[in-house]
C-alpha cells in the first residue's frame, strides 16, 4: 500500500463514499417500495409529485431568484423541470398503480442507458464504445422480458405501468443529457426542477388534477412529504454527486445497480410480489448490464469523451 493510500484524506473520502453509496442504495430501493405501496392508499401520482419538490421549490426559490439561471433561457430551464419534474416522478409514481415494485426499480434505473445512449449521441455527439454497447444489449433483453411478464403472465394491464416507468425513464435520461449539454452545475439543476415544478406545476395540480390530499389522512401525506420531499430529493440530488466525487463515477454506479435486486427480494417479502421466473431472468440481466455499462473501452472508441 502506498503512502498515498495510507494518508488519513485518502481514507476519509473513501469512509464517506461508502457511507454515501450505501444511503443511496437505500434510499433509491424505499423509493420503488414506497411508490408501491403509495398506490395502495389515497394520494395521486401528482400528489406525490407535488409533496417531492414542495420542501426543494421553497427552499431553493429564494437562491434562484437570487443567482438566476446562470446564463439558460427560461425555456430551457423549463424543459429541464419538465423532465426531471412531472415527466419522472407522475410516469414514475403512475406505474406503480399497475406494476410491481421489482417492475419498477428495474426499468426505471435499469434502462436510463437505453436511453442516454442515443440521447447523447444526437444532443451532445457522445460515442458508445464496444463494451457499453453490449451492456445496453443486454439490459435491453432485459426489459423485454419484463415487458413479456407484464403482457402474458403478469396482472391485468400491468403492462401500462411498465411503460409508464419506460417514460419515466426516457424523461430522466433527457433531462441528464440536457444538463450535460447546457453545463448545469448540480446544484442550479436541482434549483431549477425544485422551483419550477413548484411554482409552475403545482397550481395546475391543484386546480384541474386528480388529488386525495384533501382526503388522505395526515399521517399519510406527513409521510411521503418527509420521505420525498427531504430524504430522496436531497439525498440523491447531493448524496450521488458525493460518493461519485469520493469513490468515482463507474464504482458508484456499479454498487447502485443493486437496487433492482434489492428491491424484487424486499418486494417478495414484504408486500407479497414473487416474480416469475421469465421476471427474474429479466431483473438479472438488467442488473448485470447497469453493472458493466461503467466500464470504459478502448480510448479510440471513447473519441467523444
Given at each position: 500500500m502506498?503512502a498515498?493510500q495510507?494518508s488519513?484524506?485518502?481514507?476519509?473520502?473513501?469512509l464517506?463514499?461508502?457511507?454515501?453509496?450505501?444511503?443511496?442504495?437505500?434510499i433509491?430501493?424505499?423509493?420503488?417500495?414506497?411508490?408501491?405501496?403509495?398506490?395502495?392508499?389515497?394520494?395521486?401520482?401528482?400528489?406525490l409529485?407535488?409533496?417531492?419538490?414542495?420542501?426543494?421549490?421553497?427552499?431553493?426559490?429564494?437562491?434562484?431568484l437570487?443567482?438566476?439561471l446562470?446564463?439558460?433561457?427560461?425555456?430551457?430551464?423549463?424543459?429541464?423541470?419538465?423532465?426531471?419534474?412531472?415527466?419522472?416522478?407522475?410516469?414514475?409514481?403512475?406505474g406503480?398503480?399497475?406494476?410491481p415494485?421489482?417492475?419498477?426499480?428495474?426499468?426505471?434505473?435499469?434502462?436510463?442507458?437505453?436511453?442516454?445512449?442515443?440521447?447523447?449521441w444526437?444532443l451532445v455527439?457522445?460515442?458508445?464504445?464496444?463494451?457499453?454497447?453490449?451492456?445496453?444489449?443486454?439490459?435491453?433483453?432485459g426489459?423485454?422480458?419484463?415487458?413479456?411478464?407484464?403482457?402474458?403472465?403478469?396482472?391485468?394491464?400491468?403492462?401500462i405501468?411498465?411503460?409508464s416507468?419506460?417514460?419515466?425513464?426516457?424523461?430522466?435520461?433527457?433531462?441528464?443529457?440536457?444538463?450535460?449539454?447546457w453545463?448545469?452545475?448540480?446544484?442550479?439543476?436541482?434549483a431549477?426542477?425544485?422551483?419550477?415544478?413548484?411554482?409552475?406545476?403545482?397550481?395546475?395540480?391543484?386546480?384541474?388534477?386528480?388529488?386525495?390530499?384533501?382526503d388522505?389522512?395526515?399521517?399519510?401525506?406527513?409521510a411521503?412529504?418527509?420521505?420525498?420531499?427531504?430524504?430522496?430529493f436531497?439525498?440523491?440530488t447531493?448524496g450521488?454527486?458525493?460518493?461519485?466525487?469520493?469513490?468515482?463515477?463507474?464504482p458508484?454506479?456499479t454498487?447502485v445497480a443493486?437496487?433492482?435486486?434489492?428491491?424484487?427480494?424486499?418486494a417478495w417479502?414484504?408486500?407479497d410480489e414473487?416474480?416469475?421466473?421469465?421476471?427474474?431472468?429479466?431483473?438479472?440481466?438488467?442488473?448485470?448490464g447497469?453493472?458493466?455499462?461503467?466500464?470504459?473501452?478502448p480510448?479510440?472508441?471513447?473519441?467523444a469523451?
Open positions: 502506498t498515498e495510507r488519513p484524506q485518502v481514507r476519509r473520502e473513501l464517506i463514499g461508502l457511507v454515501w453509496v450505501t444511503a443511496i442504495a437505500v433509491w430501493s424505499a423509493f420503488h417500495l414506497s411508490g408501491r405501496l403509495a398506490a395502495q392508499y389515497t394520494l395521486t401520482p401528482f400528489d409529485t407535488t409533496l417531492r419538490v414542495c420542501v426543494a421549490g421553497t427552499i431553493f426559490l429564494p437562491w434562484l437570487r443567482n438566476g446562470g446564463g439558460m433561457r427560461f425555456w430551457q430551464a423549463l424543459l429541464l423541470a419538465l423532465s426531471a419534474g412531472p415527466g419522472f416522478s407522475v410516469f414514475a409514481f403512475g406503480y398503480l399497475f406494476a415494485a421489482a417492475h419498477g426499480a428495474t426499468i426505471l434505473a435499469g434502462t436510463l442507458p437505453l436511453f442516454t445512449a442515443p440521447l447523447a444526437w455527439g457522445e460515442r458508445v464504445n464496444p463494451i457499453r454497447a453490449a451492456s445496453i444489449t443486454v439490459i435491453f433483453a426489459a423485454m422480458l419484463l415487458l413479456l411478464d407484464a403482457t402474458g403472465v403478469g396482472q391485468a394491464n400491468q403492462w405501468g411498465d411503460l416507468f419506460f417514460v419515466g425513464a426516457a424523461s430522466w435520461s433527457l433531462f441528464g443529457v440536457l444538463a450535460r449539454k453545463q448545469v452545475t448540480p446544484l442550479r439543476s436541482a431549477i426542477v425544485a422551483t419550477f415544478t413548484f411554482v409552475i406545476f403545482t397550481p395546475v395540480h391543484l386546480l384541474f388534477l386528480p388529488s386525495g390530499l384533501f388522505a389522512p395526515w399521517q399519510e401525506i406527513g411521503q412529504w418527509v420521505f420525498q420531499g427531504v430524504i430522496v436531497f439525498g440523491s447531493f450521488y454527486t458525493r460518493a461519485v466525487a469520493a469513490l468515482g463515477a463507474t458508484t454506479a454498487v443493486v437496487v433492482p435486486a434489492a428491491v424484487a427480494l424486499l417479502l414484504v408486500l414473487p416474480l416469475s421466473l421469465i421476471a427474474t431472468i429479466g431483473v438479472v440481466l438488467v442488473v448485470i447497469m453493472m458493466t455499462s461503467g466500464l470504459r473501452g480510448r479510440k472508441a471513447m473519441a469523451d
